[in-house]
């Protein structure tokens, strides 16, 4: 046991993650990440542990390491509770950095993409499922590990949290990255993972892509021209997963990218190196 422990513990010290990251330890156990909504945490207990995020309960691996998030809307003060296998209790208590989002507006939507028809409103609700379901994954998977790479390199042109507003209509705040490119730019897999999701039209995102990365980490590909892999498909950082287009509520080619700890929605932007 003490082996996997500190196996699990150099490992989390030794994950790369974004500059923001920060690293508090309690004792025998170890939390990084980014202590802030939108952020996603990684930590080690010692093995046999059980971990409750409020009255969750979390998966560990056999090392010990378990993964969480925050949502942009969620409350700055969380905790977790671990108790080790011979019944010691460690309550955590995690302040979170309070965040500030931008208002973006957005002239020149498609107006079909801006209010829906009725007519559409099906379509929409079973894609969302479809969606919904690719995210919440929980496999053994262990690619939220090695750090994540830009699947895109380009100019930021839509930030996580914003408050949208389309045509002049304010709309629900955005939960990805937005990154500008030319038409055909391969997008790469920022992290290991297994695609649970390759849709080649949806109504909003147009060709969508979910990626699993293990303990209800996925990565979401909005507004794709061409998809390179299929549901099923195991694929490999640095991978061409697909192709950068403008299909779906888009102005111009870019890849909307997006991170999820199963549905909570979480900021890419966290977990990348600064371009």
Not at 217 to 237: A, C, F, N, P, R
Request: charged fraction near 20%; glycine fraction near 12%.
């Amino acid at each position: 046991m003490m082996q996997r422990l500190v196996i699990g513990f150099f490992a989390l010290l030794w994950m790369p993650l974004n500059v923001s990251a920060e690293t508090r330890t309690f004792g025998d156990i170890v939390i990084k990440g980014q202590f802030e909504p939108g952020g996603m945490l990684i930590g080690s207990a010692p093995p046999g542990s059980t971990v409750k995020f409020g009255e969750r309960s979390l998966a560990l691996s056999a090392e010990g390491e378990f993964v969480l998030g925050f949502g942009r809307d969620d409350k700055l003060e969380q905790s977790l509770k671990i108790v080790t296998s011979d019944g010691k209790v460690t309550p955590i208590n995690l302040q979170l950095k309070a965040r500030e989002y931008d208002i973006q507006r957005i002239e020149g939507v498609p107006a079909r993409t801006v209010n829906p028809d009725t007519s559409s409103l099906p379509r929409i609700r079973e894609e969302g499922s479809q969606v919904s379901r690719a995210r919440y994954t929980d496999s053994d998977l262990r690619g939220y590990l090695q750090g994540f790479i830009w699947p895109v390199k380009g100019p930021v042109t839509g930030v996580y949290g914003s408050q949208r507003v389309f045509n002049g209509e304010p709309r629900r705040p955005h939960f990805g990255v937005d990154i500008a490119a030319a038409e055909g730019t391969e997008i790469q897999a920022p992290a290991d993972g297994v695609v649970t999701l390759a849709h080649p039209d949806m109504f909003f995102s147009g060709a969508t892509m979910v990626i699993d990365h293990g303990r209800g980490i996925s990565t979401s590909y909005l507004h794709m021209s061409k998809m390179l892999v299929k549901d099923g498909d195991s694929v490999k950082q640095g991978q061409t997963i697909g192709l950068v287009g403008a299909t779906g509520r888009a102005t111009g080619p870019h890849l909307c990218w997006r991170l999820n700890w199963y549905q909570t929605k979480l900021d890419p932007q966290l977990v990348v190196p600064q371009q």
